[in-house]
């Protein structure tokens, strides 16, 4: 009589010991560990993005990302992202009209939500240059008004327009401790949408990462 051995038959004595347990209860199902999520998992989504060159802008307009979307009576995203972000909040109906906001970008603290701009961590601009050129309005749309990504963050007007639609190889924070969750959002952001990055955009988010604790860590 043959024997079995080998792989296959590791596999035959697993399945006769599973249904050795069936016959008195539940076999207990092994599954597969969660993928780690959140700035542990920062490097590992960067080295997912597809590099490529900044596409043309040709045909960008910011119309095309349509927001504020509304989100209640005379409320909108923007709303929505004061409230959040701010401590404090006065309310006029549910429109943000008082509050107290400290933007992370320069340490700047506000009174007035007119001092205030809602940045899109990636901006419209770039984005279409890294792929939403290729998505319809709806889409783009969803992207402009993403709360749920790190997508809108409250700041001063003046560090969003300083920005201006500049990836972190040409623009950074001017309030360095914040670096480190800056590169993380930006990774985060363009990964959900799957949109790319230069070579300078990667080299320069590698780099903020290297000094961060968490960032190659599950």
């Given at each position: 009589m043959r024997t079995r051995s080998g792989p296959r038959a590791a596999v035959t004595a697993a399945l006769a010991a599973a249904l050795a347990l069936g016959a008195g209860g539940c076999v207990p199902v092994e599954e597969p560990e969660p993928t780690p999520t959140g700035g542990g998992n920062a490097v590992q989504m960067l080295e997912q993005l597809a590099v490529a060159k900044a596409g043309s802008m040709r045909g960008y307009s910011r119309e095309k990302f349509p927001h504020w979307r509304d989100t209640g009576k005379n409320c909108d995203v923007r709303d929505t992202v004061l409230k959040r972000d701010g401590e404090d909040i006065e309310l006029s109906g549910c429109n943000v009209v008082?509050?107290?906001?400290e933007s992370v970008y320069d340490g700047r603290a506000f009174t007035d939500p007119s001092d205030v701009d809602i940045d899109h961590m990636v901006p419209l601009a770039n984005a279409w240059r890294s792929g939403a050129d290729e998505w319809d309005?709806?889409?783009?749309?969803?992207f402009a008004n993403d709360l749920d990504q790190p997508q809108l963050i409250a700041v001063s007007a003046s560090s969003n327009r300083a920005k201006g639609d500049q990836d972190p190889s040409q623009w950074?924070?001017?309030n360095r401790s914040y670096w480190c969750q800056y590169a993380e959002n930006w990774v985060t952001v363009k990964h959900h949408w799957r949109l790319t990055v230069t070579t300078a955009e990667k080299a320069a988010l590698t780099e903020m990462l290297e000094g961060c604790t968490w960032a190659s860590k599950p």
């Open positions: 008082a509050g107290r906001w309005d709806a889409k783009r749309g969803d950074k924070p001017a």
